[in-house]
């Protein structure tokens, strides 16, 4: 008996954790195309990457399971020589303050805009934070632009052609000590509430190019499939494991044994 409870625990299990992978997918598909964004991963990577955690965490991690863990590769970098799209080559992070006035976060999104009362936000409306973590306001100007380490600089509307005035120093940050995850809102921040990490401009910033998504329509497609065949896999392993119950059952009811 409890063998077999345990085998079916497990398929159990391993069924919710196939759920979980099609809701992961389905995510990571409708992020396609944007800019910045990071896939996230599925329960069978994140195991691999939690028995590297201490144990306590990883067991606290498989229960809590609000965040996800994602993948922190670099998307394709495109040049776009738009003035508003900015992208990190290589490491690091930007700081936003999501528009719905959520705990500060980490992003790679860099297709800014700037809204009616002139704060800098990137393309889904979140604020971008400068390094002391303040919204950045842009004063009205002829020209914008931010330097490789996050310095903001404007040409005045009244100045003469080619002033530069700084108004900000756009926050980034390595991030490097920094365990991240995705928060249950789907942004990222550092798995320990209390270690965000600070503004240290060691990330260098692109004007004029763009990073796209990581998650790849091909990498989902073949995710789809293997989550179906798994899915189906375990379905037919609880019906052979009650056959198997009911199977022994009879047999210990037999006269005689």
């Known amino acids: 008996g409890s063998d077999m409870d345990r085998m079916i625990y497990t398929a159990l299990n391993s069924l ?13 598909l409708a992020n396609l195309n944007v800019p910045g ?21 990883s067991r606290y991690f498989a229960q809590a399971s609000q965040e996800t863990l994602f993948s922190s590769q670099n998307g394709a970098i495109q040049r776009t020589d738009e003035r508003m799209d900015f992208a990190i080559r ?17 992003s790679r999104r860099g297709d800014f805009a700037i809204t009616a009362d002139r704060f800098l936000t990137d393309g889904a409306g979140n604020f971008m934070l400068d390094n002391d973590m ?19 600089l404007i040409e005045p509307i ?6 530069r005035q700084q108004i900000a120093i756009l926050g980034t ?9 995705k928060s249950i809102d789907g942004y990222i921040r550092p ?7 600070v503004a240290d401009q060691r990330a260098e910033v692109a004007q004029g190019f763009l ?11 073949l995710a789809n499939i293997e989550g179906q065949r798994y899915f189906e896999l375990n379905v037919k392993f609880i019906k052979e494991a009650k056959n198997l119950d009911e199977a022994t059952t009879r047999i210990m009811r037999l006269p005689g044994t």
């Open 37 to 57: 964004f990071k896939k996230d991963l599925s329960t069978v990577r994140a195991s691999t990457f939690l028995a590297n955690m201490d144990q306590y965490q």
């Open 90 to 106: 290589d490491q690091g992070y930007f700081f936003i303050e999501p528009k719905n006035g959520a705990d500060v976060a980490l």
């Open 173 to 181: 940050t390595l991030a490097e000590d920094a365990q991240l995850v």
């Open 211 to 221: 990073e796209g998504s990581n998650a790849t329509a091909l990498d989902a497609l």
């Open 191 to 197: 798995y320990n509430k209390n270690e965000m990490p």
């Open 16 to 28: 919710s954790n196939s759920r979980f992978d099609q809701r992961v997918n389905a995510q990571n």
């Open 158 to 163: 009244d100045a003469p052609d080619g002033t």
């Open 134 to 152: 303040n919204k950045i306001n842009v004063p009205q100007n002829r020209d914008l632009i931010i330097d490789e380490s996050g310095v903001v």
